[in-house]
C-alpha cells in the first residue's frame, strides 16, 4: 500500500520487525500485525463562513481489536496523512497492551490547520468527520479522543453527532470530553502526569535525586506544558521550554506556571515571554540536562543530532521521537531511554477510567484516578525494566516485545475467521 509509505509508518514496521525477530514471533502474525486490520479514507466538504465549499481529507485507522475495542486519538494538523495516522494506531496497539488496558490500536486525523478555522468551521468539519466515521466507532467498536489540533471541544462535537444518530446520549463514544457530559476528572494532564510519573521511577532506579535534576522540554502543549508543571512541584529544576518557533532557558530554573498562565490566556511564541534566554528547538535538545522530554512531533531526534544530545534520561511525550538510527546512538551514549508507548501511556490510561465511568455511570474522585494511574504507571515501568534486564535487551525492545506478545497471545487463542 504505497498511501501508508511515509517515514513514521516504516518507522513503526522498522521497531516492529526488530522485536518480532528477536521474539521469534510466528511468520503468519507478523504479517498480519504490521498491517491495519481497517483503514477508512473520507472527504469532508465543509461550507466555510464566506459560503465557498472547501473539501478536507480525514482518516480513521483501526489497528487491532484482537483484546477488545480500539482505541486512539484524532488528530488535526496539516501534515496528516495515512501512514501517519497507521503508525501511531498501530503504536497504540502496543501501548494499550502494555498497560495491560483491554483495547487495541487507533487513530484519526484530518488533514487541516485547525489554527486557520473560525469556531464555526471547526465545528462543522468535525460533525461532518464525525457522521463519515460513524459506521466504525461506538463504546464497544471504537473509541476516539483528543490528540494534537483537538480538545475537549472537539469530542463534546464528535460525542454530540454520534448522539444524535442513535437517538439518545451516549458519552462513552468518545474520552477527553467535558466534564458535564461525562468527562472524567485528571484527563486534561493525564499524560503529562503519566510522564512524570515513569520519569521519577527512572530517576529512582537510577539513584537521582529529583530535587537535583534538571529537565529540558520540547514542546509546549497538553503534554509538555502539564509535564513542566508537575515535574517542578516534584522539586525538579526545568531549565528549558518551547514550542513551534523556538524555546527560553534559563539554568536557574524557568517560572513555568506563569508560563502555562499566560499559554492559557495570551498565547504567542515562548520566545516573546523575555522569561529565559530565545533558543532554537535543536540547541534545546543539546542542552546539559538530567532529563530531556520531546513531547512535540516525531523523528525530531535522528542520527544527525543524537551524538550532540547531553541528558541521562530521555523520556518520551511525543510519539516515535526518535528514529532507529538515534536508538542506536543514544544506547551507546548511555542514556537511559523511556520509550513513547511506556512513558506517554498516562492519556489512553485515564481515557480508560473515563470510559469505565461512562459505562458504569459512576464517577471516580480525582484521587483515585490519580493513584489508579500512578499504579499502572509505576508496575508497567517495572515490568518492562525486569523484562529489558531478564532478555537483555533495551527499554524500548522490552516495552515493544511485551506489548507485541500481548496481542499475538490474543490472535493465537482466537484462532483465524473463518
Known sequence: MNELDTPTFRLAVAQFDRAAETMNLDPNLRERLKLPQRSLVVSLPVRMDDGHIEVFTGYRVQHDSSRGPSKGGIRYHPDVNLGEVAALAMWMTWKCALADLPYGGAKGGVKVSPKRLSRAELQRLTRRY???????????KDVPAPDVGTDAQVMAWIMDTYSQQVGYAVPGV????????????????????????????ALRHLKIDVRNAKVAIQGFGNVGSHTALIMQECGARVI?????????????GLPIPDLVRRNKTAGGPLRDTKMGDAITNEELLQLECTVLVPAALSEQITKRNAAHLRCRVLAEGANGPTTLEADQILEDKGVFILPDILTNSGGVIVSYFEWV??????????????????????????????????????????????????????????GLYP
Open 240 to 252: 528549558a521550554v518551547s514550542d513551534v518557533t523556538g524555546g527560553i532557558y534559563n539554568p536557574s
Open 357 to 414: 465511568q461512562d459505562v458504569q455511570r459512576f464517577f471516580w474522585k480525582a484521587k483515585d484516578i490519580q493513584e489508579r494511574l500512578h499504579e499502572i504507571q509505576s508496575s508497567a515501568f517495572h515490568r518492562t525494566l525486569e523484562f529489558a534486564r531478564s532478555k537483555k535487551t533495551s527499554m524500548r525492545m522490552a516495552a515493544l516485545m511485551s506489548g507485541i506478545d500481548k496481542v499475538a497471545q490474543a490472535h493465537l487463542q482466537r
Open 174 to 201: 468518545v474520552t477527553g470530553k467535558p466534564l458535564s457530559i461525562g468527562g472524567s476528572l485528571g484527563r486534561e494532564e493525564a499524560t503529562g502526569r503519566g510522564v512524570v510519573d515513569v520519569t521519577l521511577e
Open 130 to 140: 464525525a457522521a463519515e466515521i460513524f459506521p466504525l466507532i461506538g463504546p464497544e
